[in-house]
């Protein structure tokens, strides 16, 4: 018998399902479809041990669905454009196309030997042409129904890169690559108008059985539908053109404990009068450089600046408050200009303490309470408070009670009206740098803004730029810039602006469903593939991805490229958890650390014997080099060996900690399956016909547990049965024939997590065909249940002995077996029982 050799089988199987071609897709009315799909990943040139796990559970499902007769989809791409083929290029002097398409080639040999089922003829990059110009297609449509527009908008402006920086790159107020303070800067932007769509993608959240709660929780946060006041403050003496400052909030309740108005440094107002003051302009430009984000406002120093200026408030004209410029207020969330309630709000506590303005409790916790407040008073919305100052007098009410009255009061006393808003702003889609999807527009001297014709589609990237000089090389390029207008002909420029990459990945999972059509989708093949009816990725992309995803299908609907239906294109959703290492670091001369990989360190120890500081493990990460090669793993124990592991080792919704041990575990385990494999392969012994049905009924009830298993996510609870099957086996006496139909259905069994193995010990047990293919095995009911039972007998509630019986014997005949034992014998000593209460297949209680 031959040892387990990976290297010698894996190869041979992938050969053999390639040369099969059992994972091309194609549509196929006669079977019921299933489209699986994992989160596509970004070419950044390694795998890492949690590429292997997310794209091993989809394989898992996907392997799992074609043996149970669906047409399975399990498309694989890449997220290609973006930043670091940018950075890379400036760093080598390279270009972003060549550094990007040598990863993707280096990751696609790193995950093939992985063993996926992937449909690899519908592998595109977001970076081909044949791509981002359908995207061009579509982005055209959307300008035309009105879903994309442009306006000018306060941005994250890098100085020194001179682009526009997502929030996400922005760290401490500076650019996450150049390390220059970030600026706030207007500039004109490409819009997609997903905030008028905010209801209804709120209202869908409620149809997304399969998604996570805290996935729909996250969105429906983010959506922030709110319901609240609009009014306006009448400003005394203001600049020309400025008599009033509009606010909306959500806490109408709180108006009589406003101590102050606050607007953006974006605000109108505050432009107009930094006109004639120079030290509020000076002011307004350091604003400018903090972040922009709520979050990064929040941890910032609260600053403010008086402009001298008075409101009225809305309630009592002869009551006036100062109106302050105040650097923790966004132009882009409400209408720029807020009032603050320091009694009631931390961050308006904190500002009215700065700046010594009044704190002035609108309600407090009891009557007898100290209303001068050392802190802000927020209890929830539900909690009755005893409101001292409101439109409803001394009164005890809930927050919701109290804004509803108050809404009332002002609408039926003309203050202000009542509105519903959303937290969720249109998506600025312009980025001023060179990969990424060009925006398909000229600007025309005569005409102005004008859509590119379709046949001109695709607007091309152009091959020879440089990244010698800070900026967009597309802005400086002698040629690609200039173009005719579409509509008149002369000389016009083109945008050089290009798509943000969340647009990319915001419709690639409709692509594959037809990637080499010659427009954005194909109907029919759309109408049959879409939705997605299982993805598979990371919380992280639980907010933006997902959400731009949900709008960019209903988009694409609207636009005649795919049918209502898709408008929600995820009918399940399973985020992972992440794969974890230790952090090995030792300390340079100046006491920052120096990481080291873990294939560096034994015992403890670098080669040289300098001992390391352990970190507890965190997610493998490129920088702190706690990263493990799935490559070397697939040569030391074999792709089945990674796949196993990263499955068993814990809830798949849960954090995995690779180690060296777990890895050499499930490897031996796995030598173990082919040694018994091989063992039954060559014997002909004889068996008993109840060892042989002990073994059968042991393999229905494998059957149906990892089957459970893998149909509901609980992979390790799948694999943990497999284990404990594995040792039935090997122990059972049953005949040849028994064993050999048992271990060709653990190869069955075990084909979704270790398809290479599987391949191999359904061969030598001589099943058919490829197990990738064959009918996946279904438990009889009658099989899993057993002849006999075991019932345990109290005594006056004590478990005294237990009894065997026949499953499905009379309640009378249970009960005069447990009398007969000798327990009970002695127990009653000779004397009737005074009751006997049977539970069938449960227990038996005898009281004397």
């Known amino acids: 018998m031959s040892r387990y050799s990976p290297a010698e089988i894996e190869a041979n199987w992938r050969k053999a399902w390639d040369e099969a071609g059992i994972f091309r897709a194609g549509n196929d009315p ?125 941005v994250n402006w890098d100085p020194v890169d001179m682009t526009v920086l997502a929030n996400e790159q922005v760290e401490n107020g500076r650019g996450w690559r150049s390390g220059a303070e970030v600026e706030r800067r207007e500039l004109t932007q490409w819009f997609f108008a997903i905030s008028d769509m905010a209801e209804e993608l709120l209202e869908a959240l409620d149809t997304l059985d399969d998604w996570p709660a805290k996935v729909r929780l996250m969105q429906e946060n983010w959506i922030g539908k709110s319901r609240g006041l609009q009014f306006a403050f009448g400003l005394n003496e203001g600049p020309d053109g400025f008599d009033r400052i509009e606010v909306y909030t959500t806490r109408p309740d709180t108006l009589m404990g406003a101590s102050f108005v606050g607007i953006s440094p974006d605000h109108p107002l505050a432009k107009q009068l930094e006109k004639d003051d120079a030290e509020l302009a000076a002011f307004n430009a350091e604003c400018r450089k903090g ?13 403010g600046y008086n402009t001298g200026l008075t409101v009225r408030h809305p309630f009592d004209t002869a009551w006036e408050l100062p109106v302050y410029v105040a650097n923790f207020i966004l132009m882009d969330y409400g209408t720029g200009a807020i009032f603050g309630v320091p009694a009631h709000d931390q961050r308006d506590f904190d500002f009215a303490t700065k700046y010594a303005l009044p704190i002035i409790p609108a309600f407090l916790p009891s009557e007898d309470a100290d209303p001068q407040l050392n802190a802000p008073y927020v209890p929830p919305k539900t909690e009755p408070v005893h409101y001292v100052s409101t ?19 002002c609408e039926q006393n003309g ?176 006491g920052r650390p120096v990481y080291h990989l873990p294939e560096d360190v034994q015992d403890g120890k670098l080669a040289d014997g300098t001992p390391v500081q352990i970190v507890p493990s965190a997610k493998m990460s490129k920088s702190k080099k706690n990263v493990v090669d799935p490559i070397g793993i697939i040569d030391a124990y074999g792709a089945d060996t990674a796949r196993w592991f990263v499955l068993s080792d814990s809830p798949p919704e849960r954090d995995v900690e690779w180690t060296a041990a777990g890895a050499e575990a499930a490897f031996k385990h796995l030598s173990r399956v082919w040694r018994i494999a091989s063992e039954i392969a060559a014997s002909d012994a004889p068996g008993t016909s109840e060892a042989d049905e002990a073994l059968l009924r042991e393999m229905h009830k494998a059957i149906h547990d990892v089957t459970g298993g893998v149909e509901s996510f609980g992979f390790n609870a799948a694999i943990a049965r497999l284990y404990a099957f594995t040792g039935v086996l090997a122990k059972s006496e049953a005949g040849a024939q028994a064993k050999r139909a048992a271990a060709r259905t653990l190869a069955q069994l075990m084909a979704p997590m270790t398809p290479h193995l599987a391949e191999e010990m359904w061969q030598m047990l001589g099943g058919e065909g490829l197990v990738a293919v064959a009918p996946w095995p279904v438990a009889d009911p009658a099989m899993m249940q057993d002849d006999t039972i075991t019932l345990p007998v109290q005594i006056n509630g004590k478990r005294r002995t237990e009894i065997q019986v026949p499953q499905e014997m009379a309640k009378d005949e249970v009960e005069k077996i447990a009398l007969a034992t000798d327990a009970v014998q002695r127990a009653l000593e000779g004397a009737q029982p005074k009751k006997v209460i049977v539970v069938p297949g449960r227990i038996v209680n005898v009281v004397i």
Request: net charge negative.
């Open 391 to 409: 439109i409803a007098g001394d009164t005890w009410q809930t927050g919701a009670e109290a804004i509803e009255a108050t809404i009332a009061f």
């Open 291 to 303: 972040g922009t984000t709520e979050e990064a406002l929040e941890k910032a120093e609260k600053r």
């Open 30 to 154: 006669a079977k019921p479809k299933y489209y699986v799909l994992e989160m596509f990943p970004y070419p950044s040139g390694r795998i890492h041990m949690g590429h292997v796990r997310n794209y091993t559970m989809g394989d898992v499902i996907a392997r799992h669905k074609l043996a149970t007769g669906h047409n399975v989809l399990h498309p694989m791409g890449w997220d290609a454009f973006g930043m670091p083929a940018e950075n890379a290029a400036m760093a080598s002097g390279g270009h972003p196309k060549d550094w990007t398409y040598q990863n993707i080639a280096d990751m696609r040999a790193q995950m093939k030997p992985l063993g996926l089922s992937i449909d690899w003829s519908r592998e595109f990059a977001t970076c081909d042409p044949e791509y981002y110009g359908q995207q061009q297609a579509l982005f055209l449509d959307m300008l035309e129904a009105g879903l994309v527009y442009r306006k000018n908008a306060v």
């Open 415 to 590: 203050v202000g009206q009542g509105v519903t808003k959303y937290r969720l702003r249109d998506w600025g889609l312009s980025r001023q740098r060179y990969w990424g999807c060009p925006i398909p527009v000229v600007h025309c001297d005569a005409c102005g803004v004008v859509p590119e014709k379709k046949e001109n589609l695709p607007i091309r990237l152009p091959d020879d730029v440089t990244f010698d000089v800070p900026g967009n090389p597309l802005d400086r390029h002698p040629t690609w810039r200039n173009a005719p207008c579409p509509k008149c002909g002369a000389d016009a420029r083109r945008e050089t602006d290009t798509m943000d990459t969340f647009v990319d990945s915001s419709w690639y999972f409709i692509r594959f469903t037809a990637p080499h059509a010659d427009t954005p989708t194909d109907i029919a093949a759309a109408e049959y593939w879409m939705n997605v009816d299982q993805y598979i990725g990371g919380v992280e992309h639980a907010i933006l991805h997902l959400l731009y995803s949900r709008f960019f299908a209903r988009a694409i609907h609207i636009t005649g490229h795919l049918p209502k239906s898709a408008s929600e294109p995820f009918n399940a959703l399973f985020t992972q958890g992440m794969v974890t290492h230790e952090i090995y670091q030792t300390r340079d001369e100046n």
